[in-house]
């Protein structure tokens, strides 16, 4: 987990509340990415960002929104929009080399429950 | 589009005999493929990848995994597994291309539970 992050560890919400779950990485990563995880089953994109002020939607992207205003911050928003938000949330960062043969490496997570 | 599918939701094994976690994958490119290991309520820890090269390849704690082009395959592998490798495995794949990304799919994950 070392360099990258995550706060807080534990999250509680409300329903119809939003709430913003940060990522800080001191790698020098260029690239920034956030997955969802439910029990049973693997990581999905949310959203990822190669650059400053730059984003992609990823796979499941509906009822979530982020920033990249500075390099080692990629905040993600959990929106009310979002109809199904308990999960284990996970932050990764890469370098995107010139190789482009980076590995992700992963922040250690929060778990976030609606009550 | 990519995919990953990791058939076994669990795997069982008595400590000191050899652990296989198994992975096929689907990529349109050149797969570059991961694993990784999550212990509980942690994040990913990366234990190895395969980009190009050696089929054969060597990663952290002991663990290793082969990759199969004519089969789509990268199962992952320990000769002698310990208690202490209880976890959950997630195998992943990336396109090669420059172009795609750098975005991985995960498999499901498979438990592994080594018993003493």
């Known amino acids: 987990d070392g360099g990258i992050t995550q706060s807080p560890k534990y999250l509680f919400r409300k329903e119809g509340q939003n709430v913003t779950l940060s990522c800080e990485q001191n790698l020098n990563h260029d690239a920034m990415y956030w997955y969802r995880q439910d029990p049973g089953q693997g990581l999905r994109l949310i959203y990822y960002s190669q650059i400053v002020n730059d984003f992609q939607k990823g796979d499941i992207a509906e009822g979530y929104s982020v920033s990249r205003e500075k390099k080692e911050s990629f905040p993600l928003t959990v929106t009310s929009a979002q109809k199904n938000p308990t999960a284990f949330y996970l932050c990764?960062?890469?370098?995107?080399?010139?190789?482009?043969?980076?590995?992700?490496?992963f922040g250690p997570g929060t778990r976030l429950t609606v009550l | 589009a990519q995919s990953v599918a990791q058939p076994e939701d669990q795997v069982n094994v008595a400590e000191g005999n050899p652990l296989t976690v198994k992975c096929t994958y689907s990529?349109?490119?050149?797969?570059?493929l991961f694993w990784y290991v999550q212990y509980p309520n942690r994040g990913l820890q990366f234990l190895l990848k395969y980009i190009t090269g050696d089929n054969l390849v060597k990663g952290s704690y002991g663990f290793e995994a082969e990759f199969n082009k004519s089969q789509t395959s990268f199962h992952l592998k320990k000769p002698s597994a310990l208690v202490s490798d209880s976890a959950l495995y997630f195998c992943a794949v990336r396109d090669g291309r420059h172009a795609a990304g750098n975005k991985l799919t995960f498999g499901g994950g498979t438990r592994v539970l080594v018993k003493p």
């Open positions: 990529v349109s490119g050149n797969p570059y």
């Open positions: 990764a960062s890469t370098s995107t080399g010139t190789g482009n043969t980076d590995t992700q490496y």
